[in-house]
């Protein structure tokens, strides 16, 4: 079974009642979800994902508490339609990791990772008409120098942008890595095309956009003390989780629970280096 990030202090922010119901948002393998099942006596735990293929995965992985579990496939800004339809129209916590699932990054054929040869897909649901070669092969230079920037937070992206159109058509993920680091050649450890496969990923995916969705619709989705957890890996995720935590304090509608965001234990960082930029935030709504 997949370790999730932070797994223990998320239980512990979601305050579990043996008999609530709460949503994994991102069921990606399984993890959180069958930590939560686990805790639960006559409680359930619905489990959603935009990825058909995670939420097979996640069967296997959880079908020693598959009576707890609900599973369903929806995006975060699906939820509002999702739950009432499942029969709930409140629940007792969310949950919500925004990392990428480890599946996605190891299939090639996903196109998320830039250390195996794979199309440039890296949509989580590919049933959606979007991909990834869309943007780089056919989105204008100055549009694809600010995607990269916002999105990924790569601050040489004008570079990066004239290098991939001028080596149009990019053919794969590995002839995309080429591209960039040929523009702005490796200076340590991390792949210089790292933070534009970033930025692509969150635009095929909108995630900043559905990460919006997430954070307006949850407090009427959480009864009157239960909580909202999310924990996030990009500054520009963490800044949004938190802008939006304040404002909802502000209004009174609910209580911060995370003065100081929670991040890994240098031991879970030693075990699991993914987990180094994690980042959690905890709401109570009142």
Same mark, same amino acid.
């Not at 079974?1 to 998320?10: A, G, I, K």
């Not at 056919?138 to 159109?165: C, N, P, T, W, Y």
């Given at each position: 079974?997949?370790?999730?990030?932070?797994?223990?202090?998320?239980?512990? !922010?979601?305050?579990?009642?043996?008999?609530? &119901?709460?949503?994994?948002?991102?069921?990606?393998?399984?993890?959180?979800? +069958?930590?939560? %099942? %686990?805790?639960?006596?006559?409680?359930?735990? *619905?489990?959603?994902?935009?990825?058909?293929?995670?939420?097979?995965?996640?069967?296997?992985? =959880?079908?020693? !508490?598959?009576?707890?579990?609900?599973?369903?496939?929806?995006?975060?800004?699906?939820?509002?339609?999702?739950?009432?339809?499942?029969?709930?129209?409140? &629940?007792?916590? *969310?949950?919500?990791?925004?990392? &990428?699932?480890?599946?996605?990054? =190891?299939?090639?054929?996903?196109? @998320?990772?830039?250390? +195996?040869?794979?199309?440039?897909?890296?949509?989580?649901?590919?049933?959606?008409?979007?991909?990834?070669?869309?943007?780089?092969?056919?989105?204008?230079?100055?549009?694809?120098?600010?995607?990269?920037? #916002?999105?990924?937070?790569?601050?040489?992206?004008?570079?990066?942008?004239?290098?991939?159109?001028?080596?149009?058509?990019?053919?794969?993920?590995?002839?995309?890595?080429? &591209?960039?680091?040929?523009?702005?050649?490796?200076?340590?450890?991390?792949?210089?095309?790292?933070?534009? @496969?970033?930025?692509?990923?969150?635009?095929?995916?909108?995630?900043?956009?559905?990460?919006?969705?997430?954070?307006? %619709?949850?407090?009427?989705?959480? /009864?009157?003390?239960?909580?909202?957890?999310?924990?996030? @890996?990009?500054? *520009?995720?963490?800044?949004?989780? /938190?802008? %939006? @935590? #304040?404002?909802?304090?502000?209004?009174?509608?609910?209580? *911060?629970?995370?003065?100081?965001?929670?991040?890994?234990?240098?031991?879970?960082?030693?075990?699991?280096?993914?987990?180094?930029?994690? /980042?959690?935030?905890?709401?109570?709504?009142?």
């Amino acid at each position: 079974m997949h370790t999730p990030v932070l797994l223990e202090e998320s239980l512990n !922010w979601l305050n579990l009642r043996p008999d609530g &119901v709460y949503v994994d948002a991102t069921l990606g393998l399984g993890g959180h979800t +069958a930590a939560i %099942a %686990a805790r639960l006596a006559n409680g359930i735990v *619905i489990g959603c994902d935009r990825d058909p293929d995670s939420i097979e995965l996640a069967r296997a992985n =959880t079908a020693l !508490w598959a009576e707890r579990i609900r599973y369903c496939q929806a995006k975060f800004s699906e939820l509002s339609s999702t739950l009432p339809a499942l029969g709930y129209t409140q &629940v007792d916590g *969310i949950l919500a990791d925004l990392g &990428v699932s480890r599946v996605q990054l =190891t299939q090639p054929e996903r196109g @998320f990772s830039l250390m +195996a040869d794979g199309p440039l897909d890296m949509r989580m649901d590919r049933s959606q008409p979007v991909t990834a070669a869309d943007y780089v092969n056919h989105m204008a230079e100055k549009a694809l120098s600010d995607l990269i920037f #916002q999105l990924g937070e790569e601050r040489r992206s004008r570079r990066i942008a004239r290098a991939i159109v001028r080596a149009r058509p990019i053919r794969s993920t590995l002839h995309l890595a080429e &591209v960039v680091e040929s523009a702005v050649p490796r200076t340590g450890r991390i792949h210089p095309a790292t933070r534009v @496969f970033l930025a692509l990923r969150r635009a095929v995916n909108q995630e900043q956009e559905e990460l919006e969705a997430l954070l307006q %619709a949850a407090p009427a989705l959480v /009864k009157p003390g239960g909580r909202i957890v999310v924990i996030s @890996f990009m500054s *520009i995720e963490d800044r949004t989780v /938190k802008q %939006a @935590f #304040q404002a909802l304090a502000r209004q009174g509608r609910a209580r *911060i629970l995370t003065k100081h965001v929670i991040t890994p234990s240098e031991g879970e960082v030693q075990q699991n280096p993914a987990s180094r930029s994690a /980042k959690l935030r905890a709401l109570e709504m009142t």
